[in-house]
Structure formats: C-alpha cells, structure tokens
Nanobody, 121 residues
Framework: QVQLVESGGGSVQAGGSLRLSCAAS????????MSWHRQAPGKQRELVAD???????NYADSVKGRFTISRDSAQNTVYLQMNTLKPEDTAVYYC???????????????WGQGTQVTVSS
C-alpha cells in the first residue's frame, strides 16, 4: 500500500510563512500528480495547489502569488511554501497523491492525515 506523511503545520501570525511537506512511501510505480487541499471549520475541502508529473502547477485564486508548490521526485515528496499568510488561510491542510502501483496496473488517490495551520491576526 501507500502512505502519505505530512509535516510542517503550526501557528503563525498574519504575514508570516510556513512550509508544509508530504512524503509518499510504499508500493509506488509512478506518482502522476500531487496536491494540497485544505478544510476550514464548517467549510468544504478545497484544492489549494497541485503539481503534475511533468511539473505543471495550478493554484487556487486565493493563494496565487503567495503559495508555491514544488516537488522532489527522487524523494517522492511535495512541498507547499506559504508566504504572507492570512487568518483566512487557517485550516487543516491535506496532501493528496495520484499514484500508480504494481507496475502501473492500479491507480488510486491517497490522502495524508492532515496538518493544522493556524494564522492569527
């Protein structure tokens, strides 16, 4: 199977920065895409940013220019650098990976356990 382990969450004041990491391990043939999502209390989970196997990226309008997603393919790790954080960025952040296993026979989505990000004003 596959495991995603996230780290890097915490509490910061508005205007500060945090860097999230998500490492994938297990039966991995190919990582097709990795992404970060977030869920604030009482709200639906939303896509924050994603990065495809070829390196193309996509961001939610609310984080463009402030957040940067990157990937270390050799380490099967994705990062989310978050700058100029705002109180409205407060949420649980989840890593997601689209992974092919068993030589490419199976393809599934996997979620990390989530990491809390709290931004105070």
């Amino acid at each position: 199977q596959v495991q995603l382990v996230e780290s890097g969450g915490g509490s910061v004041q508005a205007g500060g920065s945090l860097r999230l990491s998500c490492a994938a391990s297990g039966d991995i043939f190919r990582i097709n895409a990795m992404s970060w999502h977030r869920q604030a209390p009482g709200k639906q989970r939303e896509l924050v940013a994603d990065i495809k196997n070829g390196g193309s990226t996509n961001y939610a309008d609310s984080v463009k220019g402030r957040f940067t997603i990157s990937r270390d393919s050799a380490q099967n790790t994705v990062y989310l650098q978050m700058n100029t954080l705002k109180p409205e960025d407060t949420a649980v952040y989840y890593c997601n990976a689209d992974i092919s296993r068993r030589g490419g026979l199976f393809r599934s989505n996997y979620w990390g356990q989530g990491t809390q990000v709290t931004v105070s004003s």
